[in-house]
C-alpha cells in the first residue's frame, strides 16, 4: 500500500499521527499496538514553563463528541526534553512532530528553539490557535500581523520545518494561512478545536469551569473538512487536515480536500484501538477504489 508522505522534507509512511494531547508521548498506547504504525504523533502542547492548566471540570461530553478546556497542562519544555523524549525513544523509532505553545512570543521562541535541537523532532508544530486559556494563542490565532510575526520570529531560531496550527475563530481563515504562507510557513494545520460550552440542566450554568471549552470528535468533521477545502485553492504549502477524524473513509475525504496528512484526536480517547482499525480500512478502502498512492488523492476535489 503506497502511502508516502512528504511534509516538508519529512517523510512518514502513512497519513495517520495522532494530535496533539491525545496520545501524550506514545508510551501509554504501546500496550494496545505497535505505536511505529503511526506515520508520526504529535507531542503533547508544550510551553516553556511548567503549566497547570485548568481547574476541574474540564471535560464535557455531546452527542457528536466532546469539549475540553484542559488549558495546556504540562511540565515545560526542559522536562518534556529531559525526562520524556529518552524513553519515547526507546518506544518510538521514527521522528515525532513537537507542539509549541505559549503565553507571549517570547515564549513561543525559547520553547521552539529549545525543540529544534532535539534528534527525535523532526517538525514544529506552532499552535497559536489554544481556544481555552485566557492569554497567548487564543488572541494570537485571531490575528494574522501577531501570527506572521511570531512566526518569523521562531523561523529565525529553527532549522526544522514549522507548521501553524490554526483556529476556526480566525474571522478570516483564508487570510491568516495566505499571511503565514507569505511569512514562511513550511505547512499548516487546520483546525485547532471549535469553540463550545454545556450547560448543566439541574442549575443551568455552565459545566466547564473555564465556561467554554474546545469541540472536538464526529460532530465537527464537515465543519472542518469545508474549512480545509476553501484554504487549500489559496495556499500552496502541504496542509494537515485535523478535526473530527473517525475512519478510512474519513481520512480520504480530509485528502481529497485538500489535506497531504490526517491527525486524530478525540477517537484515540473512546477507543485505543482507533489507530490501527483506521489504518486498516484505509488499506481496504484504496483497494476498493483502485488508489495506488495516497499522495495522488490530494486536492482531488478541486479538479
Known amino acids: 500500500m503506497g502511502q ?61 463528541g466532546m469539549l475540553n478546556c484542559v488549558g495546556l497542562e504540562n511540565p515545560g519544555v526542559e522536562t518534556v526534553v529531559r525526562e520524556y523524549f529518552p524513553k519515547l525513544c526507546d518506544t518510538y523509532h521514527k521522528k515525532v512532530i513537537a507542539n509549541v505553545c505559549g503565553f507571549s512570543i517570547e515564549d513561543y521562541i525559547k520553547t521552539a528553539e529549545i525543540f529544534d535541537q532535539e534528534e527525535c523532532v523532526g517538525l514544529i508544530e506552532l499552535n497559536i490557535s489554544c481556544p481555552n486559556v485566557h492569554a497567548g494563542g487564543a488572541a494570537f490565532g485571531k490575528d494574522p500581523s501577531i501570527a506572521s510575526e511570531i512566526l518569523t520570529k521562531v523561523k529565525k531560531v529553527c532549522q526544522k520545518p514549522v507548521y501553524v496550527k490554526c483556529t476556526p475563530q480566525c474571522p478570516e481563515l483564508v487570510l491568516m494561512c495566505k499571511t503565514l504562507e507569505a511569512s514562511g510557513a513550511d505547512g499548516l494545520v487546520l483546525l485547532n478545536t471549535w469553540l463550545g460550552m454545556r450547560l448543566d440542566i439541574r442549575t443551568g450554568k455552565p459545566i466547564l469551569s473555564n465556561i467554554t471549552g474546545g469541540v472536538s470528535g464526529p460532530g465537527i468533521f464537515p465543519l472542518t473538512l469545508y474549512k480545509i477545502y476553501e484554504v487549500y485553492k489559496n495556499v500552496n504549502i502541504p496542509i494537515i487536515g485535523c478535526g473530527g477524524i473517525s475512519s478510512g473513509r474519513d481520512v480520504i475525504e480530509m485528502m481529497s480536500a485538500g489535506a497531504s496528512a490526517t491527525e486524530i484526536g478525540t477517537e484515540l480517547l473512546t477507543d485505543p484501538m482507533a489507530l490501527p482499525r483506521i489504518k486498516k480500512e484505509l488499506s481496504e478502502l484504496m483497494d476498493t477504489y483502485n488508489i495506488t498512492e495516497l499522495s495522488e488523492i490530494i486536492g482531488r476535489a478541486h479538479k
Do not use: W
Open 4 to 64: 508516502n508522505i512528504d511534509l516538508s522534507g519529512m517523510m512518514i509512511d502513512n497519513p495517520l499521527i495522532p494530535a496533539s494531547g491525545a496520545f501524550g508521548y506514545g508510551m501509554d498506547y504501546q500496550d494496545f499496538f505497535d505505536v511505529n504504525e503511526v506515520g508520526t504523533f504529535c507531542t503533547k502542547g508544550t510551553t516553556l514553563h511548567p503549566h497547570k492548566g485548568n481547574p476541574l471540570p474540564r471535560i464535557a461530553e455531546y452527542s457528536g
